[in-house]
């Protein structure tokens, strides 16, 4: 269809921002449903940060030595005490069935011994070997496949290079979006109900795995139109991205660390039993602080994962074989420089069990949600789980007639004020740039913060006039990010309070954006049985 025809777009049952795992999940379950279903993606539908995930999915499938309640267990964990219960308990227990929903549209994970069965690794912070994988370490790009598939397969509209701008917000409900088409034409795009899936933010720093696309444009629309967003001080690291000038960072899959590789330091000595009793299997968060506290004192650029131990590692892993290759390192023989990379944003626009948002007609899923299964560090391979799982419960909230937000999961206890303008942007000079900005938030606001750095970080931020609409989301999400980190003077998982080394029981509770310049702490409510 050309742009000037979809310039006339007819409101659709359902509009899906973003093109990964939750996107796509929600897409294939709307139009199958019977749902008229529009997919507006900025790039080509298989550029998302689905498409580069390498490790896996977690999941209880079966194994004798699993269960729900064990993955449960060690996402809790995992999520620093900040999890909600009731939505961990939502993705360990549908979890399965949604894999298999994926292999039934046709996404082929390697098998393993048993005739049936699957090979399972395992990744940081899990108890047992729970992670399926494709491809060896293609996992993403299998899933992306299947489930491109799958929409092309139903009556689902797909747009491609479409930026959506903003909300339509009418009579205190979500009605679309206005959107740039791929000709640069401002489109109103409308809906009955808008899902926004548009991944995380990654791109706010300098060195991230994530793909160019991911700069928290969904974020970025909800605050500006006064929906409830909790948790961005929550940015995750990737502790094992390959130290290379290429970007996206190459990412080096935990799963690596599962089949015996082991981090050294410049003198060789695995240091991360000193670390965690699960040493090299630690959740990511102590990885990445360890990591980062030696190569600041010792002014690296890196340390090393010494992985000649994995075996088979060229049909084991065979994406990270090429991508040594190609930068010519032989990792059965040398090991690999490694620094951590911003990986993934464990917060977003406030949902409750269902996917909806404080703003009614406005769902979200993925990354770009806080459904409180991440908590303040998400384990490993959750995350396409979580976009499997609440992108199905999304539309099926839909199907079942819902209209406005419960006040279950993450949104126990958020007082949503009525919806205001928010304060306008300076126009003084600043990080008017993706790559100033990337500096500004890698120097003082990733892995080891403080209040001046902080302070410097907001002062930079505050002074930006970005004129390119990605960095001017970049610029919102970011100035959240570090507001929240302000006010949270404590570390808890991917936040690290130099000056505030100690967890606080003061601080047990999330830290959520309504409308106004600075965020209100929300105690932590009780779980209700599901």
């Not at 995750?236 to 935990?254: I, N, V, W, Y």
């Not at 993450?410 to 942007?425: D, M």
């Not at 300076?426 to 080891?448: F, K, N």
């Amino acid at each position: 269809m050309s742009s000037a025809a979809d310039s006339n777009l007819s409101t659709c049952d359902v509009l899906v921002l973003g093109s990964g795992v939750a996107g796509l999940s929600a897409a294939v379950h709307a139009a199958r449903a019977g749902l008229s279903v529009l997919v507006l993606t900025k790039a080509e539908l298989s550029l998302s940060a689905t498409n580069y995930a390498q490790g896996g999915v977690a999941a209880a499938l079966g194994d004798e030595d699993d269960s729900p309640a064990l993955h449960e267990s060690d996402t809790l964990a995992a999520g620093a005490d900040l999890c909600d219960v009731d939505a961990v308990r939502v993705l360990t227990t549908e979890g399965p069935m949604r894999v298999r929903e994926l292999i039934a549209m046709g996404a082929a994970f390697d098998p393993g011994s048993e005739a049936g069965g699957f090979h399972l690794t395992r990744e940081g912070g899990h108890s047992v070997a729970r992670v399926v994988h494709a491809g060896g370490d293609a996992t993403g790009a299998e899933i992306e496949r299947a489930l491109s598939a799958a929409v092309h397969a139903t009556d689902a509209r797909v747009r491609e290079g479409w930026f959506a701008l903003d909300l339509l917000v009418e009579h205190g409900r979500a009605v679309g979006v206005r959107a740039l088409d791929p000709s640069r034409q401002a489109v109103e795009v409308r809906a009955r109900h808008t899902i926004v899936a548009t991944g995380g933010a990654g791109q706010a720093f300098a060195v991230t795995t994530n793909p160019g696309v991911s700069t928290g444009d969904g974020i970025a629309m909800a605050l500006r139109a006064g929906v409830a967003v909790a948790d961005v001080e929550f940015m995750q690291f990737h502790p094992t991205a390959l130290d290379h000038p290429s970007m996206p960072r190459p990412l080096l899959s935990e799963a690596l660390r599962g089949e015996g590789a082991v981090l050294r330091d410049e003198d060789g000595r695995a240091f991360m039993a000193d670390e965690h009793p699960m040493a090299d299997l630690a959740p990511r968060d102590v990885v990445a602080r360890a990591i980062t506290r030696r190569l600041n004192e010792r002014g690296l650029s890196h340390l090393w994962l010494d992985a000649t131990a994995v075996e088979s590692f060229p049909t084991r892993f065979p994406t990270i074989w090429r991508i040594c290759q190609t930068v010519g390192l032989d990792p059965t023989r040398e090991w690999l420089p490694v620094a951590p990379a911003a990986h993934y944003l464990s917060g977003g626009i406030c949902t409750d069990l269902d996917g909806a948002s404080t703003l009614p007609g406005l769902w979200a899923c993925g990354e770009a949600a806080c459904s409180g299964v991440h908590g303040a560090n998400r384990l490993a391979s959750n995350s396409l789980l979580d976009g499997l799982v609440f992108g199905a419960r999304t539309i099926e909230a839909i199907r079942r007639g819902k209209d406005q937000p419960d006040e279950t999961g993450v949104l126990r206890g958020v007082r949503v004020p009525p919806p205001g303008p928010l304060p306008p942007s300076s126009t003084e000079a600043g990080p008017t740039t993706r790559d100033e900005l990337q500096r500004v938030m890698t120097r003082e606001a990733g892995v080891l913060r403080d209040a001046a750095s902080l302070e410097r970080a907001a002062a930079a931020l505050a002074a930006a006039s970005p004129a390119d609409l990605e960095v001017r989301n970049l610029v919102a999400v970011s100035t959240a990010l570090v507001r929240a980190a302000t006010r949270r003077e404590e570390s808890r998982g991917t936040h690290t309070r130099v000056d505030f080394p100690e967890t606080s029981l003061a601080l047990m509770g999330r830290f959520v954006f309504t409308g106004g310049p600075e965020p209100e702490l929300v105690e932590l409510r009780a779980s209700s049985p599901l």
